[in-house]
């Protein structure tokens, strides 16, 4: 595993699953955009996913896909390298699959009938496609993106995700939604992802769970159980890792202390601040800012 995060919120964790299978997690907490490149040939095939924001993966000068939140974008081409070339927007989320195709090959092997690109007329060709994500592969993503643990433990727990996310991504006869009801209704799953609209655009002063279920129109057990599907935490767990990403954010962009920092993302005191983002980056404001423009 190789770990080129930078400390202002732009970077890449690179997980490698086992030879020719790796895992890219990039994020992009900052308001510029951020830009990431890697070499890979033909002989790999390629997903991408963004989960948040906006991303673009150049292919040349005059050439380019713009992948949308929570869509995803497959790319294989036997006959020419596809090299990496993204550009991801601010405050984004975007995870990467680069499986060397024989190791592709091997997943499927009692399915490839099932999937148009692994038919032998077809397994010269190349192959592109998009789509939406569904509700369960967006828990999936969400899961991988932020579980953090031991390396070991890590690697293993993202191996495991990553089959879970590709039998959902190429289960063409079953329902993806069958493993949660309250998934199969479209319109449950926007008023989640109202609700977490709502959260973010008032982070210092959220409303409460049961004023946020009255306000997208869910019941409170159905917004935390909806919540948790398609985000992979609670709305409070998601709330808090969003307030201080984006309380480290304003540290190195915004002239303003750590009071007004505080206040601005909802804490009453300082000192609690404080201690809350010690828990999640393991070092104080202070040192944080320092250790970054040392």
């Given at each position: 595993?190789?770990?080129?995060?930078?400390?202002?919120?732009?970077?890449?964790?690179?997980?490698?699953?086992?030879?020719n299978f790796?895992?890219?997690?990039?994020?992009?907490?900052?308001?510029?955009?951020?830009?990431?490149?890697?070499?890979?040939?033909?002989?790999?095939?390629q997903f991408?996913?963004?989960?948040?924001g906006s991303?673009?993966l150049?292919?040349?000068?005059?050439?380019?896909i713009?992948?949308?939140?929570?869509?995803?974008?497959l790319?294989?081409?036997p006959?020419q390298?596809?090299?990496?070339?993204?550009?991801?927007?601010?405050?984004?989320?975007?995870?990467t699959?680069i499986?060397?195709?024989?190791?592709?090959?091997s997943?499927?092997?009692?399915?490839?009938?099932?999937?148009?690109?692994?038919?032998e007329e077809?397994?010269?060709n190349?192959?592109?496609?998009?789509?939406a994500?569904?509700?369960?592969?967006?828990?999936?993503?969400?899961?991988?993106?932020?579980?953090?643990?031991?390396?070991?433990?890590?690697?293993?727990?993202?191996?495991?995700?990553?089959y879970?996310?590709?039998?959902?991504?190429?289960?063409?006869?079953?329902d993806?939604g069958?493993?949660?009801?309250?998934?199969?209704?479209?319109?449950?799953?926007?008023?989640?992802?109202?609700?977490?609209?709502?959260?973010?655009?008032?982070l210092?002063?959220p409303?409460?769970?049961q004023?946020?279920a009255?306000?997208?129109?869910?019941?409170?057990?159905?917004l935390?159980?909806?919540?948790?599907h398609?985000?992979g935490?609670?709305?409070f767990?998601?709330?808090?890792?969003?307030?201080?990403?984006?309380?480290?954010?304003?540290?190195l962009?915004?002239?303003?202390?750590?009071?007004?920092?505080?206040l601005?993302?909802?804490?009453?005191?300082?000192?609690?601040f404080?201690?809350?983002f010690?828990?999640?980056?393991?070092?104080?404001?202070?040192?944080?800012?320092?250790?970054?423009?040392?």
């Amino acid at each position: 595993m190789s770990d080129v995060e930078n400390n202002n919120g732009q970077g890449v964790v690179e997980i490698g699953i086992e030879t020719n299978f790796k895992v890219l997690k990039i994020s992009n907490l900052k308001n510029t955009s951020f830009s990431y490149k890697k070499e890979i040939t033909s002989s790999f095939i390629q997903f991408h996913f963004c989960l948040e924001g906006s991303a673009r993966l150049q292919f040349g000068p005059h050439y380019g896909i713009d992948v949308s939140p929570e869509k995803s974008l497959l790319l294989y081409n036997p006959n020419q390298h596809l090299p990496m070339d993204l550009t991801l927007g601010a405050h984004s989320k975007f995870i990467t699959l680069i499986v060397g195709i024989e190791i592709f090959h091997s997943f499927f092997t009692q399915v490839s009938g099932l999937l148009p690109f692994l038919s032998e007329e077809n397994k010269n060709n190349k192959y592109y496609a998009d789509k939406a994500l569904s509700p369960n592969e967006l828990v999936v993503l969400n899961q991988m993106y932020n579980e953090q643990m031991h390396t070991s433990l890590e690697v293993l727990y993202t191996r495991a995700k990553v089959y879970e996310l590709l039998s959902l991504y190429f289960n063409q006869t079953d329902d993806q939604g069958q493993h949660c009801p309250f998934l199969n209704n479209e319109k449950n799953v926007e008023k989640i992802r109202l609700a977490k609209k709502i959260v973010i655009e008032n982070l210092a002063e959220p409303p409460g769970l049961q004023e946020l279920a009255d306000q997208v129109g869910l019941s409170l057990a159905k917004l935390k159980e909806g919540f948790k599907h398609i985000y992979g935490d609670s709305v409070f767990n998601f709330l808090l890792d969003y307030k201080l990403e984006y309380a480290r954010k304003l540290l190195l962009e915004e002239n303003q202390n750590v009071s007004e920092i505080s206040l601005q993302v909802g804490y009453s005191t300082a000192s609690h601040f404080i201690a809350a983002f010690k828990k999640k980056f393991g070092t104080t404001p202070k040192q944080y800012v320092m250790s970054v423009m040392s």
